[in-house]
Nanobody, 129 residues
């Protein structure tokens, strides 16, 4: 059974840091790009960061670039999102997701929810002002 399980969310103050983790199981983790998305109440799901299957290429949305960093450990079948200098507008449910394409070419980036086929249940991040 293919599964993604997020952890690490919580309630923090503006300027604090959090590290989200996502544990994958049921498939060959190192074959697929991974991504993080977030969704605030009443808003569409928003791309946050993506990472190639090899770990050599990362891409972040403009709103988080320089503050958030995506990484992966293929030996642990896990992907992470280090979030620094958090702002209230970063609040929402954070989801990790698996790319629907195996071994996506490194010149491509998967930034749309439609690019992903497996999703975790989400972890809540709340940043108070």
């Amino acid at each position: 059974q293919v599964q993604l399980v997020e952890s690490g969310g919580g309630l923090v103050q503006t300027g604090d840091s959090l590290r989200l983790s996502c544990a994958a199981s049921g498939y060959t983790f190192s074959y697929y790009d991974m991504g993080w998305f977030r969704q605030a109440p009443g808003k569409d799901r928003e791309f946050v960061a993506g990472l190639s299957w090899s770990g050599s290429t990362t891409y972040h949305s403009d709103s988080v670039r320089g503050r958030f960093t995506i990484s992966r450990d293929n030996a642990k079948n896990s992907v992470y999102l280090q979030m620094n200098s958090l702002k209230p507008e970063d609040s929402g449910v954070y989801y990790c997701a698996r790319d629907s394409v195996q071994w996506r070419p490194l010149v491509q980036t998967a930034t749309s929810p439609e690019d992903y086929d497996i999703w975790g249940q989400g972890t809540q991040v709340t940043v108070s002002s």
